[in-house]
């Protein structure tokens, strides 16, 4: 029993000493750490388990984070994320007479950061910001591609939004639905 053990505690070993992890910078500047390969990603060879146990009698403190050259703007903390948060992606909208767009980032928009949305490539509010909600109150039927960005009092962008797709069904004059038949179900457009 105590060579299995003994055997089994020298082959996780190496497991134990060290790991591989894929660092690599996104267009944002933003710095991201993973256990799976990426494009463009810098191979990095993790060595030890770095541990911590507190008592009541000794409390270590841990030493100081590492010190980088500030950026352009160091009192602008980057975006982590933002979103469209509604509608969602592939979204249905029957008979949609107007839409409400919300956008969520983290962390929230700085007081001297813009927010611009965008359907189908247009800029929607004649071009001015929005706000984190917006309301669209003409929307065509069809098919609709909506983005946002976040952007610096420089006009740079600082965040921008996967494109949400949504689609917008309205009745028309050739619907059966229109003419009000009886137990005619109608069809989407």
């Excluded at 190496?14 to 894929?22: H, N, Q």
């Excluded at 010190?67 to 029957?94: E, G, H, M």
Aim: hydrophobic share 35%.
């Amino acid at each position: 029993m105590r060579r299995l053990l003994f055997t089994l505690m020298l082959l996780s070993s190496p497991l134990a000493l060290g790991t591989t992890v894929y660092k690599w910078v996104d267009e944002y500047g933003v710095i991201h750490y993973s256990d799976q390969p990426h494009e463009n990603a810098e191979k990095l060879q993790v060595q030890g388990v770095q541990t911590y146990s507190a008592s009541a009698a000794t409390v270590r403190s841990p030493s100081p984070p590492p010190q980088f050259a500030p950026r352009a703007a160091p009192s602008a903390k980057p975006y982590k994320a933002c979103i469209i948060a509604q509608p969602v992606d592939q979204q249905n909208l029957p008979n949609a007479e107007s839409l409400a767009v919300r956008v969520a980032s983290e962390p929230m928009p700085r007081a001297e950061d813009r927010i611009f949305i965008t359907m189908d490539g247009q800029a929607l509010n004649g071009g001015q910001p929005t706000g984190l909600s917006f309301n669209v109150t003409r929307i065509d039927r069809g098919e609709h591609t909506l983005s946002a960005q976040i952007r610096g009092p420089g006009d740079e962008v600082l965040c921008r939004t996967e494109p949400v797709t949504i689609f917008v069904q309205q009745h028309n004059l050739f619907s059966p639905a229109a003419t009000g038949q009886p137990g005619v179900t109608p069809r989407p457009h």
